[in-house]
């Protein structure tokens, strides 16, 4: 396929644990995103790379959220000490021009 | 702050009717993004929009922008229930990548 895809689709954690989720960027997409949406809204800007630099992390709730795309392609955003209010949908895009942005299938993660 | 508004929230209509969902934001922007979401699906992309006086339209959608009210518009003509989903308008605020959503318009189309 050629679309964003995501994987686990769906991942249930007991508080307290890690997880990590993780995104296949369209080939040759140089930009990626993390967006969290959570119930009846609309998704929110977490973190931004190019390539491997991640560039803008500003929307990152805490210190216990991490991502990381260490050769420009895949990345894994990590959870540490999961809390209830991380559950979520997490939503992976990536674009080539900085134009079209194409959004993966996403990652439900509730924590219990 | 940067903001995206859009109104109504909640839009239930009947077929074969017109109507218009609007998309306020707070800062200056280069482009402004329309996306549909299915329940349980991921977002779908329907228009770019980048400059100003902009208008696309793709079957019964139709989509403008005003860069000088802020304001973006996605009107619905006809309306058919396959375009029942939410729909969200976004905006990339002043040259950033990132882009920032507003809360969604839930359409319901009913026969």
């Known amino acids: 396929g050629a679309g964003v895809s995501q994987s686990p689709r769906y991942k249930v954690a007991k508080r307290g644990q890690d997880v990590a989720l993780r995104c296949d960027p369209i080939s040759g997409h140089v930009s990626l995103f993390w967006y969290q949406q959570a119930l009846g809204q609309g998704p929110e800007f977490l973190t931004y790379?190019?390539?491997?630099?991640?560039?803008?992390k500003s929307g990152l709730p805490s210190d216990r959220f991490f991502a990381e795309r260490p050769e420009g392609s895949v990345s894994t955003l990590k959870i540490q000490r999961t809390q209830q209010e991380d559950s979520a949908v997490y939503l992976c895009?990536?674009?080539?021009?900085?134009?079209?942005?194409?959004f993966g299938p996403g990652t439900r993660l509730t924590v219990t | 702050e940067l903001k995206v508004e859009q109104n109504p929230l909640f839009l239930s209509m009947q077929e074969g009717k017109n109507y218009t969902i609007y998309c306020n934001y707070s800062t200056t922007s280069d482009r402004l993004y329309w996306y549909r979401q299915d329940p349980g699906k991921s977002l779908e992309s329907l228009f770019v929009l980048l400059s100003n006086g902009a208008v696309k339209q793709e079957g019964r959608l139709m989509a403008s922008l005003d860069t000088k009210a802020r304001l973006s518009t996605l009107h619905i003509t006809a309306a058919v229930h396959d375009l029942s989903a939410t729909y969200f308008c976004a905006h990339s605020p002043g040259g950033a990548q990132k882009l920032v959503f507003g809360q969604g318009t839930r359409l319901t189309i009913n026969p």
């Open positions: 895009a990536s674009s080539s021009q900085g134009l079209e942005m194409y």
């Open positions: 790379f190019q390539n491997e630099a991640q560039l803008d």
